[in-house]
């Protein structure tokens, strides 16, 4: 399974960023989609994640101020970040988890790259 991250960059305080990640490869159900982030020193948290049945939970940070969807039929996950602020600034992570490549394999969970997102006061 692979995933393509795009969107990160450079923003000023108040502004906004969409994230996107396309999961591709062999795989028949994905159960949950989202993403992370890992700020300099700071351990990896989970901003916001999606269920196949559109479930959302979102880290208490960021609450009315992102945004994840998804898109069952093209494997993709999105983030809207409104509001950016400066704590913000973190390598971003897509994740998907629960994967399953057959009927009778077990479930695995796959991680992109990363992305940076910078918010600048």
């Known amino acids: 399974v692979q995933l393509v991250e795009s969107g990160g960059g450079l923003v000023q305080a108040g502004g906004s960023l969409r994230l996107s990640c396309a999961a591709s490869g062999r795989f028949i159900s994905i159960g949950v989609m989202g993403w992370y982030r890992q700020a300099p020193g700071k351990q990896r948290e989970l901003v916001a994640e999606v269920t196949a049945g559109g479930s959302t939970q979102y880290a208490d940070s960021v609450k009315g101020r992102f945004t994840v969807s998804r898109n069952n039929a093209k494997n993709t996950v999105d983030l809207q970040m409104n509001h950016l602020k400066p704590e913000d600034t973190a390598v971003y992570f897509c994740?998907?988890?629960?994967?399953?490549?057959?009927?009778?394999?077990?479930?695995?969970?796959?991680w992109g790259q990363g992305t940076q997102v910078t918010v600048s006061s």
């Open positions: 994740n998907v988890d629960r994967v399953r490549k057959s009927i009778t394999s077990g479930e695995s969970t796959y």
